[in-house]
Each structure stands twice: as structure tokens, then as C-alpha cells.
């Protein structure tokens, strides 16, 4: 079986790894011109981090991984006016750059990767998927991926034009060196919130500090000076944000982007699926999206692949089977069908947490600084840490389940 994964990212490649292990000729085609690296930070956990066991990616992943030992909300003047100690029980809790988690699972990948190019066209067939790529090669698969993120290329030949849910902020970061400031932060996430604003700063190795913003702004229409947008709105808070902002990069140093959710009823057309933020999108309000995507990503695998094949890392094993169109479509019934419950559960909690990540008022800051202290009680840590996690403990699990409930 042939597939075309469109989009090397979290869910690519993850789907990549699967697929080739399980016999599949895969290959992936990425609109970057190389490999994305650095971006922004992500907590990693949940069933996400389940399949990067399988994987064997956990060693990986505690070795890259970043120490946060406190989130801390700061004033202007760079004074702390609330924090939340993480001191025990977050060993499955990762925090790292979403690049980091992405090269941990390419640099297990086999598969060929084509740069610089997306998908033009596909046109399903009886026998599969005609592809013509923006560099003028075509592909004959029996599967085409779209695992091409929110603003998805492949989405849009499936199903045309899909306007994604906006959630009325958007959302910057970089990753800048410079090492009075990374020392300043130190291990612990600091955030300066006001009415609508938040930034966010936190060191990293090698003198270097990775800084997240987020406004809140009615208009879904983004910038085309997205640096001259941050210092207008965030260069005169304080703290250490004139300094970071006067060295702000521009794209594609400078992630920029409106945050959105993605909800389709269909996540498949024939012989094409979607996978990741392309069809499922939860926001960084769920704090659940490269989990998610990973989840998913080993779903698609476990439903197309005769069963037994998908477990764990280690090497190829027969090839998949899966060859008349029917048992495709099933296929792909039934991964969405696993999925969807879980997704729809954390979209919603995405929302509500944006008044938490994002507050609106000062009376919601002050309510936001009183859950802080009352999480630092005795127990509270660990409360506060599943209140984070908000679904889909049980989604990795054998297949059979699901075809007894389909
Ligand atoms: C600021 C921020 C913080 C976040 N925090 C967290 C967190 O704490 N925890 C968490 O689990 N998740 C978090 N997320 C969400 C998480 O990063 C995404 O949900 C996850 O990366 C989705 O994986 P994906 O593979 O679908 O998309 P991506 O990882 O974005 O990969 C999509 C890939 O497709 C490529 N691409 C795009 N368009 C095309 C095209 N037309 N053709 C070919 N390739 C294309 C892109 O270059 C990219 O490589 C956060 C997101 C943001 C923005």
C-alpha cells in the first residue's frame, strides 16, 4: 500500500512511522522549505505521550525535555504576584519545544521527505489518488494524508473552503538567545497578564529564552507586520519585554498565527483523510494538540493496518494489507469514529480555559491569582494538574473494543 502524507509534522510523522513499520511505502511532502524546527513550548502528556512510549521515544523525550519548576504570573516591574510551584508527580508531564518533539520522532523516520512543496491536485480514481505537486511531480497512491495543519491544503481539494472556529486572540512566539534575559526567567514559566494580553517567557538551553503572546482581538485577520503588531501592543508592559521585542524576528522565525479550532463533520472523502489540527484542531487554549495529533495519528495506523501489526517500536513487519476500497472507507469510518468524542471534549475545554490563559477583566485575573494560591495547598498540585487534562485517557487502546461498539 502506497500513501502520501502531506505536512511533516507532529502527525505526519508519526502516521510515517507507523505506516512503514507496518510494510506501507510512505512519503511525506512538506511546504517548509527543511524541517521545522524551535517554535514554541508545549506540555506534552496523555495519550499522546502513551503512543511516544510505544514508540520508544520516552528516553528521547526525558532527555530534551525542560525542568518547569513554577509558573509565575509577574507584574510590570517584573515582580511575582502569584505562582504555582510544580514540585512532584509531573514525570509524564513533558515541557518542550514543539521542534524537539517533532526531530525526536523524524530522525526515526524512513521515509523520504520532499521540501519546498505541497499538494496541487488529486483526483480519486477506482484504483487511488492521482497527486500533482507544486513542483510538477505527480504521485499514483492509494492514499492521500492531509496532515497539513489548520489552514490544510488537502482539506480544501476534499471538501473546499472550511473556515476554521476562531477564538478571538491571537498568537506569537519566538525563540530568541540571549543570556542575561534567559537567566532572568530561569526554570520557572513567567507570564505577564493584563486585560487581554499575556506573554509568557521561559529559558532554555544554550542561553536561550522562548517567548509566547497572546491578544485578544476581535478581527480575524492577521498582520502583515506581525513584529510591528507585538511592539505596538506588548512593547510598553514592562518587564522584559522591551528588551526580547526589540530583537523579534519575522516569519517563519516569528510564529504568527489566530488561534482556532477545527471541527468537520467528515474527517475522510474516498481516498483521502485528514489528520492532526487539519480536521481536529483543539487550540493552544486545550493545551492537548500535539497530544491529540499523536493519538490520532496511531488510530489511522491501528485502523489501517491488519490488526495485531501496530505495537511498539522495533522493525518492519509484514507488510499492511487493506486493498479494496471498502474496507478503506471502513477503515476510516472508524478512525474518526474513535476520535471524535475525545476531540469534541477537549475543543470544548479549550474554550473555557481561555478566560484562565487569557484573562478579559482584572476581576479575572484576581480570580485567576486566587486559584493559583488555592492549588498551592497540600494536594492541590495534583488536582490542578488533571484539571489540565481534559479527556481521552483511554483512547489508546487495542482496536477490537471499537469494532464491538461500531
Ligand atoms: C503557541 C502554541 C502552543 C501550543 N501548546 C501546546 C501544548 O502545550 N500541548 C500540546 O499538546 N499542543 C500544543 N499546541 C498545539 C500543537 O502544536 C498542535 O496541535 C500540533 O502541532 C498539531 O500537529 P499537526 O501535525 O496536526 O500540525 P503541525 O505540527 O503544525 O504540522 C503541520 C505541518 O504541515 C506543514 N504544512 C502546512 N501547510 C502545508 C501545505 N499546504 N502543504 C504541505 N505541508 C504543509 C507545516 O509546515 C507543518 O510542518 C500549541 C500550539 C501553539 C500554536
Not at 498540585?381 to 461498539?405: A, D
Request: charged share 25%; net charge neutral.
Amino acid at each position: 500500500m502506497k500513501v502520501l502524507i502531506c505536512g511533516a509534522g507532529i502527525a505526519g510523522l508519526t502516521l510515517a512511522w507507523h505506516l512503514e513499520r507496518a510494510g506501507w511505502e510512505v512519503e511525506l511532502v512538506e511546504k517548509a522549505a527543511a524541517f521545522r524546527d524551535g517554535g514554541y513550548m508545549i506540555d506534552f502528556y496523555g495519550p499522546g505521550y502513551q503512543v511516544a512510549e510505544r514508540m520508544g521515544l520516552r528516553p528521547r523525550l526525558q532527555r530534551d525535555r525542560y525542568p518547569v519548576d513554577e509558573l509565575s504570573y509577574v507584574d510590570r516591574d517584573g515582580r511575582q504576584t502569584s505562582h504555582l510551584k510544580l514540585t512532584s508527580g509531573l514525570e509524564d508531564v513533558v515541557s518542550l519545544l514543539r521542534g524537539d518533539l517533532a526531530r525526536a520522532i523524524a530522525d526515526d523516520v524512513r521515509s523520504p521527505v520532499t521540501y519546498g512543496a505541497t499538494v496541487e491536485a488529486a483526483d480519486q480514481h477506482a484504483g487511488g489518488v492521482s497527486v500533482r505537486l507544486t513542483d510538477g511531480t505527480t504521485r499514483e497512491v492509494d492514499l492521500l494524508v492531509g496532515a497539513d495543519g489548520t489552514r490544510s491544503r488537502v482539506r480544501e481539494l476534499a471538501f473546499g473552503e472550511v473556515t476554521p472556529r476562531y477564538l478571538g486572540h491571537r498568537v506569537s512566539a519566538y525563540v530568541m538567545t540571549d543570556a542575561e534575559l534567559s537567566h532572568r526567567v530561569g526554570t520557572r514559566y513567567q507570564m505577564l497578564t493584563e486585560p487581554g494580553l499575556m506573554a509568557g517567557a521561559y529559558a532554555l538551553r544554550d542561553d536561550r529564552l522562548a517567548l509566547l503572546f497572546l491578544r485578544r482581538e476581535p478581527d480575524p485577520v492577521l498582520s502583515d507586520d506581525p513584529a510591528g503588531e507585538l511592539r505596538r501592543h506588548f512593547g510598553g508592559r514592562g518587564w522584559i519585554l522591551p528588551e526580547a521585542l526589540a530583537r523579534c524576528p519575522r516569519p517563519p522565525e516569528l510564529y504568527h498565527d489566530l488561534v482556532t479550532q477545527v471541527e468537520l463533520e467528515r474527517w475522510h472523502r474516498g481516498r483521502i483523510a485528514l489528520l492532526g489540527d487539519a480536521c481536529q484542531a483543539v487550540s493552544l487554549f486545550a493545551g492537548h494538540g500535539a497530544s491529540m495529533a499523536m493519538a490520532a495519528a496511531w488510530i489511522l495506523a491501528d485502523e489501517l493496518t491488519t490488526p495485531g501489526e501496530l505495537t511498539t517500536s522495533g522493525d518492519l513487519t509484514a507488510p499492511g494489507h487493506l486493498t479494496a476500497p471498502g474496507e478503506l472507507t471502513d477503515a476510516l469510518a472508524r478512525y474518526q469514529y474513535r476520535m471524535t468524542p475525545v476531540i469534541t471534549e477537549v475543543q470544548r475545554f479549550g474554550r473555557r480555559f481561555i478566560q484562565w490563559m487569557a484573562p478579559s477583566s482584572r476581576w479575572r485575573i484576581h480570580a485567576r491569582d486566587l486559584l493559583f494560591r488555592l492549588a498551592a495547598l497540600p494536594g492541590g498540585n495534583r488536582l490542578f494538574v488533571n484539571s489540565l487534562s481534559p479527556g481521552g485517557h483511554n483512547l489508546i487502546t487495542s482496536r477490537s473494543n471499537v469494532l464491538e461498539k461500531s
